[in-house]
């Protein structure tokens, strides 16, 4: 059985972690498959939105602490493996979907994180996990945390790592929305194929812009946005978009 599952479908990519006894917990192997499903599979053209999930009983416990057994951690390394999956994400001009289920711990919170949205079923629970581990967390944590909960909020998670459920994450802003556990498979699809049936371009714009705007002063965003919305009014969605609004009828995005 491959480490990590993948099957497109009506426009959705869904990559499914697949290490179940682990909690899917990343090895070196696992995380090269992810940065290249990030880059090679989620860029072609049929797909449209990519739904990232664990197989099992939860979505991913981070790093496998037997694989790492107490080594010194290589700079070189975490850069190969980690970075690679955040960055791919954040590159990649489709929205990408967390759908957490049980637990999403360490690193596999950060991964959580370093998607566009996050669906959690009401039996997910979130622990930053690293500290009780002597660990600074890691993965785009630093980056992707304080940006939705704000400096105390994080200090707070990272360094006491308490267990929140998905009702207090929701409350924190760390997830979009939770639904019920027996519905959260149903919902996933709902909200995928949603977006796989939207304004695919635009969506990346919108990514592009959001993703900017952490490091850019209010004239640079203006300037930014000007330039990305004269690409959006080329895409055939746009002129779809127009033309149905015209005719008073629900727009039939293509993507393009
Ligand atoms: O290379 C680098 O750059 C370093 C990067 C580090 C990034 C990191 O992610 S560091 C943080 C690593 N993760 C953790 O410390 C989390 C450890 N796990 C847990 O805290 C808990 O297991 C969970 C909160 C995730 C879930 O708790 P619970 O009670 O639902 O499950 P459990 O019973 O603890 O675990 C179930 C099984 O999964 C168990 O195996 P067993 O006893 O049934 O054979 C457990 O050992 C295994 N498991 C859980 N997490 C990991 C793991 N095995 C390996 N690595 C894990 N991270």
Redesign the pocket.
Known sequence: MSILLSETHGGILTLTMNRP???N??TTEMLQALAKAFHKEATAPEVRVVVLRGAG??FC????????AGQT??YK??LR??TAVVENIAALEKPVIAAIH??A????M?LALACDLRIASSDA?F?T??S??G?IP??GMNYHLPRIVGYAKAFELEALSP?LSAEQALALGLVNRVVPAEQFAEEVGNLAAELAAGPTKTYGLIKRALRRSAGATLEEMLEYEALLQEVASRTEDHKEGVQAFYEKRAAKFGGK
């Open positions: 006894e682990a909690i917990a990343f009983r939860g416990s981070g790093q496998d602490l037997r694989e790492f951690i290589s390394a975490h493996n980690y049980g637990a711990a360490g690193a596999g950060s629970i622990t996990g690293f009780k581990i660990l890691d993965a267990r």
